[in-house]
């Protein structure tokens, strides 16, 4: 499990319809300042943090990472180098016909699979500005 959006021991106290917590000062030196929202924009942020059912939450780390990704890209580049395409490499690609997708098939049976839905999942900009959106979010169209 995952740690939260906000650990506890940033929290302050919560007191007349408002939240108090410790966040990073915008002037990049590190320094904590007390923030205060209202309680309910406070629960509304952090309940955008809460993945739907059936998502994994998966993070770039190690040689994926932001900072790292160029250069370990480089290094696998030159431990692996991609092979040179020949000019009868490319003639032999260009008159081979686009293969068909093959049927994907059961791994317990091996009976041919069907797709039952192609329904698209909804935005969250739909979920929560749409007609459906829940009755705790309207106070954001307000103003």
Wanted: with cysteine; net charge positive.
């Amino acid at each position: 499990m995952t740690g939260g959006p906000i650990s506890d021991h940033r929290l302050i106290e919560v007191k007349e319809g408002r939240v108090y917590f410790w966040a990073r000062s915008e002037d990049k030196s590190g320094k904590r300042v007390p923030v205060s929202l209202a309680a309910v924009e406070f629960v509304r942020s952090w309940t955008l943090h809460i993945l739907p059912k059936g998502f994994t939450k998966a993070r770039c780390y190690g040689g994926w990472s932001n900072r790292q990704r160029e250069a370990y890209l480089q290094r696998c580049e030159q431990l692996q180098p991609a092979p040179a395409m020949s000019a009868t490499d490319s003639a032999e690609r260009s008159s081979v016909e686009p293969q068909v997708e093959a049927v994907r098939k059961c791994p317990q049976c091996g009976a041919p699979m069907e797709l039952e839905s192609s329904a698209r999942r909804p935005r969250w900009r739909e979920l929560f500005y749409g007609p459906d959106h829940p009755q705790w979010a309207e106070w954001l169209e307000s103003g």
